[in-house]
């Protein structure tokens, strides 16, 4: 294969026209990035950031209203049915609700092996065996895959929908929240079999999840979306130890009591040179890139303060502009 | 606006202030009968709140945290749930499960609930207006032409910009985080004394999360009522709570003040959850607690948590009872025998 990434967005842009009210809902705002070959994404944000749009549009379930999806280099924009069928054989999808994705009437077997119909014409004996297989690398034994899906627990469920994603031996796995419907001690679980199936099977994720700490331990790269657009984007490691942008740092304060106050990290970007309130996106170290725009703190927001005790209201706009304020007078 | 109308509240017989636990639960067992056999939903729970307390109880889904904080005002309906024991005091008062007046005087006034998901606790038919009214009508609050103004008011304490128009609208037509507030409101306005919370954010996205969390801290702070916050999240429950109480399979299985648990977590449940809440690695690997949460129709003799517990030993066979392992703290586990784990 070449090195072309997995799959590109090219200033994607989704827009749903709405009759009432009649104002256009912007789902994804000219967002840009690439998931290259072993080098997994993770994107995180709130409900209605447009998070699972991303998905959908990967996809080829939504089409971008303007801008370009790239499947290992080949703009999708024109693709046929055929040619998004054969991309997704390389591009699998793990939803959200994930019990409710599996045919209750059915044993699993069908649920889990359903992706092969769409590629040849498998036998009952062919099937079974990709079953099976895929069932073992999940952790599950193959015994099993006459059982109905209630039969299972919900982590069990959840390491199904995975296998269903493997079945048709994938490169690059969109997992949408994989582990929010699960219980605490289940989580590690279902990350930890991710994380062996990505080394073993190399394969690359996009983990998409509004729980920071779910992408932490499987990715190289973070995006965080707020309104459809891309407000900061850094290598994992230096989102988690050096957040900047107050939507990321108060994401990351919820998630982690004991992150503590780091809306003050923001005061670092003062020291460099050049730094005005750009709109869009601006790079403030290697790979970390920083949006600029003023940005609207709801009340009641609590900034990076950590379980001791929420901080008054608009704390965390206050800390933002005076940074604006002090960069727009240094340069 | 208009001046506040001066409305008594419904629950302040002036200076009635008894000393002693605001709610005293003791010995609630709470059993469902279901195709599979009798699910043990909660086993010999004795929960004491006190006056302006902040109580967290933390457990995974089945671990009987639910059933406990419907059963503190008798919700749950009987069938299909069955109350084999259990007694409660509120308020230095019996609450037997019988005395319907009695029980319908304290829910609400003494004791209101937030939901986990607030729309599906309005009437989809109603306006919130002509519900919060009812509410109040309900409670001997007053008529509407004398209440409105303490309404608008408490909605706007809860961080609703346009309290009117909220009124005005169906529950469908407000978002996740404003219901959430509005039932916040709802049970402000008849000031109870105990405020039960059950997974109030886990419904909303994490914006609301955050204006939900920070309103109840500020509702405690303010309002000088107990709260019981139950939730799956250690982050949520540390945030507000001032003593924790874990529960697994039905049962209390450690409960002590909130920092002393994070910090020193003794039951092996706890050390496990806190560990995997933290995302602790060892070598690259997230710290996992092995095997399934436990099937309540068919749990195994002795501790429930002994199949998925490393440190697990031939007394746990048994079920060990809640010991008092420090002031404050108690720990249901062998390995915190103060006579010694082998006995």
């Known amino acids: 294969m070449t090195d072309e990434p997995f799959v590109s967005f090219d200033a994607v842009s ?31 944000g709130d409900s209605g950031s447009g998070k699972s749009t991303i998905c959908r549009v990967a996809e080829g379930l939504v089409r971008p209203s303007s801008g370009r999806v790239l499947h290992d280099g080949t703009d999708m924009s024109r693709a046929s049915a055929r040619m998004w069928r054969e991309a997704r054989r390389h591009v699998a999808l793990v939803f959200q609700d994930t019990l409710g994705s599996f045919n209750p009437m059915r044993p699993v077997l069908d649920s889990v092996g359903m992706p092969l119909l769409g590629y040849g014409d498998p036998t009952t004996a062919e099937l079974r065996d990709a079953v099976g297989a895929v069932m073992e690398q999940v952790g599950l034994s193959p015994s099993q895959m006459t059982r109905y899906p209630h039969e299972f627990s919900g982590g069990q469920i959840q390491r199904l929908a995975i296998a269903r994603a493997l079945v048709t031996g994938p490169r690059l796995v969109l997992l949408d929240e994989p582990v929010s419907a699960l219980d605490v001690s289940i989580r590690a679980q279902v990350l930890n079999l991710l994380s062996d199936l990505a080394a073993s099977l190399d394969l690359t994720y996009l983990v998409i999840s509004s729980d920071p700490g779910v992408p932490r331990h499987l990715t190289s790269e973070m995006l965080v979306l707020y309104d459809g657009r891309i407000v900061e984007r850094a290598p994992t490691e230096v989102l988690f130890t050096r957040p900047l942008h107050p939507y990321t740092v108060s994401l ?68 933002y502009q005076r940074i604006e304020n002090t960069t727009g007078t240094e340069t | ?52 307390e902040a109580v967290g ?16 005002m008798w919700l749950l309906p009987s069938p299909p749930a069955r109350y084999v024991s259990g007694r409660i005091n509120f308020d230095g008062e019996a609450l037997p499960r019988t005395d319907e007046r009695r029980i319908r005087r304290v829910r ?50 809860c961080n609703i910009a346009d309290p009117e128009s909220v009124l005005r609208q169906f529950p469908h037509e407000v978002s996740g985080g404003v219901a959430q507030r509005v039932s916040i409101a709802l049970a402000l306005l008849i000031r109870p004394k105990l405020l039960i919370a059950d997974e109030p954010t886990t419904a909303l996205d994490l914006l609301s999360q955050l204006e939900v969390l920070s309103l109840l801290e500020r509702v405690r702070r303010e309002m000088s009522s107990s709260l019981v916050l139950v939730s799956h999240d250690l982050n949520v429950v540390r945030r507000i709570a001032d003593r924790v109480i ?91 025998d103060p006579r010694g784990a082998d006995d």
């Open chain 2, 1 to 52: 606006m208009n001046a506040r109308p001066d409305v008594p509240a419904p629950d302040e017989p002036a200076g009635v202030t008894t000393t002693g636990p605001l709610l005293e639960m003791s010995g609630l067992t709470v059993r469902f009968s279901s195709p599979a056999g009798e699910v043990h939903a909660v086993e010999d729970v004795s929960i004491s709140i006190a006056r302006n």
């Open chain 2, 57 to 72: 109880i933390v457990g995974e889904s089945g671990s009987g945290k639910t059933v406990t904080c419907m059963s503190m």
């Open chain 2, 246 to 336: 874990i529960m697994y399979a039905g049962r209390v299985v450690e409960e002590g003040p909130v920092e002393d648990i994070f910090a020193h977590p003794q039951h092996p449940y706890t050390q496990g959850l806190l560990a995997s809440a933290a995302q602790r690695t060892e070598r690259g690997r997230l710290y996992e607690l092995p095997g399934q949460p436990p099937d309540l129709a068919a749990l195994p003799p002795g501790c429930s948590f002994r199949p998925r517990c490393a440190r697990a030993f031939a007394r746990c066979n048994h079920m060990p009872p809640l010991y008092a392992t420090a002031p404050g703290r108690h720990c249901r586990c062998f390995l915190l």
């Open chain 2, 108 to 157: 609400g006034a003494g004791i209101g609930m937030v939901f986990q998901n607030a729309r599906l606790s309005f009437d989809p038919a109603y306006r919130l207006g002509s519900q919060i009214a009812e509410a109040l009508r309900v409670h001997g609050a007053g008529r509407w032409g004398d209440v409105e103004g303490r309404v608008l008011e408490t909605l706007r304490y």
């Open chain 1, 252 to 319: 990351l304060a919820l998630h982690d009591a004991a992150l503590g106050e780091r809306i003050g990290h923001l005061a670092d970007l003062r020291e460099r040179d050049g730094i005005t309130a750009q709109t869009g996106l601006v790079s403030v170290a290697p790979g970390h890139l920083v949006d600029m725009r003023p940005f609207p703190i709801p009340a009641g927001w609590s900034g990076g303060r950590a379980h001791a005790g929420l901080s008054p209201a608009g704390a965390g706009t206050q800390e």
């Open chain 1, 14 to 44: 989704v827009i749903y026209k709405r009759r009432r009210p009649r104002v256009d809902l912007v789902a994804l705002d000219n967002l840009t990035f690439d998931v290259v070959r072993g080098r997994s994404v993770g994107i995180i």
